[in-house]
Structure formats: structure tokens, C-alpha cells
């Protein structure tokens, strides 16, 4: 069993809106001056702290079970910061971080200076990235990397201390979008009929089934070494209904992979909030605005599976936005600051659909896998 490589970006893993806010107001110079000023003061928690920080006790419980080092989580910290700008300080952080939160350890980094991440994450052999850079994950997504956009958002303090829990939706995160596209272009009755007249086949993968497939491995081989409870449990939440094809559908996809999902809640189209909240997950993945709205009201830190073309002109929008907002001109290229940069995403303006029938914009999605 290999190691589960987790890419993070500074500003997924800490807060940095502090330094955002200078670079705004006062550009470059100033927001390098600062970190240079206040490298040992300590970053706070980002939104996906929780989650890196719950993979690091797993791994504790992985060694008592005899898993050589090789096939633990692995946390590799990215960031398109210049070296000298926020190196000594994230640094800093991290070595706190680890002698006070249970062990945080993060012996990788990749500081690029501005250049494109994506192109390394062969090269680390990441199993999944999460990023502030809405579209990089979306070229990480198309070049066939399990792949997530985290944004700073307000976060509950109730999840747990003892168990990593990680909740996926179904369509274009686990599964491909092949049936939620039938839903969008065709409607719900066409949808219920395709699933019905292919309940018995396995749905295409999505990009984060190869990262689901890989925390299953682990799962099996702490309850083979009969820990109980399991450190690590996860969950579906899917806008999915449980009728006849489209629930026989998914749970037969999950067995053809041999992919046993602890708990699976089909909501048909309630808002998955409130089943997220009392879950108490350290992170949720979907695909679209309205859930990870949703998620974030209940203070549920979650990702973004902004996967295939249908989102890929509104991520390089947003993205163009933000470069003329913080005056960084028409180049292309990330900034070396543009990971603590990048705004939050408002969601509100953008459209969104689920497979339950609500109204929903049509779209084509590829299901482009790295091989």
C-alpha cells in the first residue's frame, strides 16, 4: 500500500488574511516586509488545518498497526511564495504547529515563485491537492489529479479529536458526471431512466475516487489490526435519492471497487449542511456552489471538486478577476504571493445544479483521467 500524498497550499493550511489585506492596500514590498518583520510570529489554523492534522493521528495509529513509513499519509506544504519571502516563517509555523497539535509534520515543501504547481504534483506522486488557486486545481483536475479549491471560511470547533472523518458527494467527485450530465441536459425523468436501465453497471470513476480508494486501504488494514473504533471513517452525502436505480446504482459502484463507505446519506436534494454538522467532518467534497454553501454555514471545512469544462471559464474568471483587483496585470502565470492573494470565492453568483431536479445549467464535463 502506497503513501497517501496530500499537496497543501500555505493559505489552505493557515490563515493569512492579515497579509492579504497589506498586500492589497500596500502591494509587494510591503507584504514582504512584513513577513520579514513578524517571521516569528506563528500562522493560525486555515480551513484545512483540521484536516491535515486529523491525517497525522492516523498515522499514528497506522505505525501501532506495523505500517512501515512508506505507507502513511505524507503532507507535502505548496506554495507559489518566493523562499525568502514566507519560507522561515511557514517553517516557523509548521515546527509549532507540530509540538502542540498532535503532531504535525510536514518535512516537504515546494516554494515556486510564482510558477505553476501543477507541474510538480507528478513529480511529488501527490494522491491529492488542495489549493486557493481555483484554477490551478481546475488544470490539476484536467490533468487527472484528485484535486480540491479550499477557501477561508468560518469553521465549528466540534470535530473529532480521535477519528479523521471525510465525507465525499457522489457525482463528478467520486463518480464521473456522466449521469448528472443526462440530468442537466435531459431532465430528471431521463436521469431516473438511465439509472434504472443501468442500475447492475458501475458508474465511470471521478477524480477523487483513486484518494477514496487509498483511505480505504487504510481503513482495511487498521481493522485487520483490530482497531475499534476505526481511526478513520467516512461517509457519502450525496443530493442523490435512494429510489430504485439511482441508489442500486451507486452502492453497486462502490462494491464493483471493492470500496466500503462506513455511512451513506441520501438526501434528494435537502441541504446537506445540517447531516455535515452533525457528522462533525474534517472535510466534505462537492462539485457544486450551493452545497459547499451550505457546508459553510454550518462551519464544515470543504472543498471545492471544481471538475470539468462546465467550471472551468468561471474558475479562470474568478482567477482574471482577482489579478485585477490586486493589480498583478494581464499575466497568466500565479504570483509568487497568490496563494495568501486569492479571495474567497462568492458563490452566490454562480450557477449550480444537482441531479434531484432543481434547475440547473447545462454544461460538458470531461472525464479526462490520468492514467
Not at 124 to 133: A, G
Request: glycine content about 8%; aromatic content about 8%.
Amino acid at each position: 500500500m502506497p503513501a497517501v500524498k496530500i499537496a497543501v497550499s500555505s493559505r489552505a493550511l493557515f490563515d493569512q488574511t492579515k497579509e492579504y489585506t497589506i498586500f492589497k492596500e500596500q502591494g509587494v514590498k510591503a507584504y514582504t516586509e512584513y513577513h520579514h518583520a513578524h517571521e516569528e510570529e506563528i500562522l493560525e489554523p486555515g480551513t484545512a488545518f483540521p484536516f491535515i492534522k486529523a491525517a497525522h493521528t492516523v498515522n499514528a495509529k497506522l505505525k501501532e498497526a506495523g505500517a512501515p513509513e512508506n505507507e502513511l499519509f505524507e503532507i507535502v506544504l505548496m506554495s507559489h511564495n518566493q523562499a525568502d519571502t514566507a519560507g522561515i516563517r511557514l517553517i516557523r509555523s509548521i515546527h509549532h504547529h507540530g509540538m502542540w497539535c498532535m503532531g504535525l509534520k510536514i518535512d516537504q515543501m515546494c516554494l515556486t515563485d510564482g510558477a505553476s504547481l501543477v507541474g510538480y504534483l507528478k513529480a511529488y506522486d501527490i494522491t491529492l491537492y488542495l489549493s486557493s488557486h481555483t484554477y490551478e486545481v481546475q488544470e490539476a483536475l484536467k490533468a487527472g489529479f484528485g484535486a480540491a479549491a479550499i477557501f477561508p471560511q468560518k469553521m465549528a470547533e466540534n470535530q473529532s479529536v480521535d477519528q479523521l472523518r471525510i465525507v465525499f458527494d457522489c457525482d463528478a467527485v467520486l463518480f464521473s458526471d456522466e449521469a448528472e450530465q443526462i440530468f442537466q441536459t435531459k431532465g430528471l425523468g431521463a436521469f431516473l431512466d438511465f439509472e434504472n436501465e443501468r442500475m447492475n453497471e458501475p458508474l465511470p470513476e471521478g477524480p477523487l475516487k483513486p484518494f477514496a480508494v487509498a483511505i480505504g486501504k487504510m481503513q482495511k488494514r487498521l481493522e485487520d489490526a483490530n482497531f475499534n473504533p476505526s481511526p478513520i471513517r467516512t461517509y457519502i452525502v450525496t443530493a442523490r435519492s435512494s429510489s430504485h436505480g439511482s441508489g442500486i446504482r451507486t452502492l453497486k459502484t462502490l462494491r464493483s471497487w471493492g470500496l466500503k463507505i462506513n455511512e451513506c446519506n441520501f438526501l434528494c436534494g435537502r441541504p446537506k449542511g445540517p447531516v455535515l454538522s452533525a457528522i462533525k467532518a474534517h472535510i466534505f467534497f462537492d462539485d457544486t456552489q450551493k452545497n459547499i454553501e451550505s457546508a459553510h454555514e454550518y462551519g464544515v471545512p470543504s472543498g471545492h471538486v471544481n471538475f470539468g469544462e462546465g467550471v472551468s471559464s468561471r474558475a479562470h474568471s474568478e482567477d482574471k478577476q482577482s489579478e485585477k483587483q490586486e493589480g498583478s496585470g494581464s499575466t497568466k502565470r500565479p504570483q509568487p504571493h497568490e496563494d495568501v492573494a486569492t479571495e474567497s470565492v462568492d458563490f452566490s453568483s454562480q450557477d449550480e445544479g444537482s441531479i434531484t431536479g432543481e434547475v440547473a445549467t447545462p454544461g460538458k464535463r470531461s472525464s479526462k483521467r490520468r492514467k
